[in-house]
């Protein structure tokens, strides 16, 4: 009886990470496939959604039920470092009007595979970034 009620519990939970993790999914971002580098070639893209913050970039897998993102970048930090277009068993589960621009964050680089519209997002969002040099100034009290 006793495993019973743990196996009923261990279900409701998986159930309830699945339901909140579709609310979140749901509500709205930008469709991508991202990897994280190092990766073999063509393996370790995953589909999600991308959320743009003022301060960072977050991604979340579709097939996972963790509740917060699965990758975060900072603004400030993120470089683009290049554009290509789909290679080799990418086109499995890419087309050829996709665009993969290699990003990286410090020592932390991805891969984010985007369509057109996506892309002039993804940019428009990074060119807009403060300089890193801004700072704001407090005025002067006297």
Not at 9 to 16: F, K, N, S, T
Not at 54 to 62: A, E, G, P, R
Not at 106 to 122: I, K, Q
Request: net charge positive.
């Amino acid at each position: 009886m006793i495993l019973l009620i743990i196996l009923v519990v261990l279900l409701a939970a998986l159930v309830a990470a699945f339901l909140y993790r579709l609310v979140v999914l749901r509500r709205g971002g930008t469709a991508a496939i991202l990897r994280v580098l190092p990766a073999a070639e063509g393996a370790g893209w995953r589909h999600g959604i991308i959320r743009y913050g003022d301060c960072d970039l977050v991604f979340y897998k579709l097939s996972s039920l963790r509740p917060g993102p699965d990758s975060k970048i900072a603004r400030l930090g993120i470089e683009v470092d290049g554009r290509r277009s789909p290679r080799g068993n990418e086109f499995d589960i890419m087309t050829e009007d996709i665009v993969i621009l290699g990003v990286s964050e410090g020592a932390d680089r991805y891969e984010v595979a985007l369509d057109g519209g996506a892309l002039t997002a993804f940019l428009s969002w990074v060119e807009s970034r403060p300089s890193g040099r801004s700072q704001r100034r407090r005025p002067n009290p006297g």
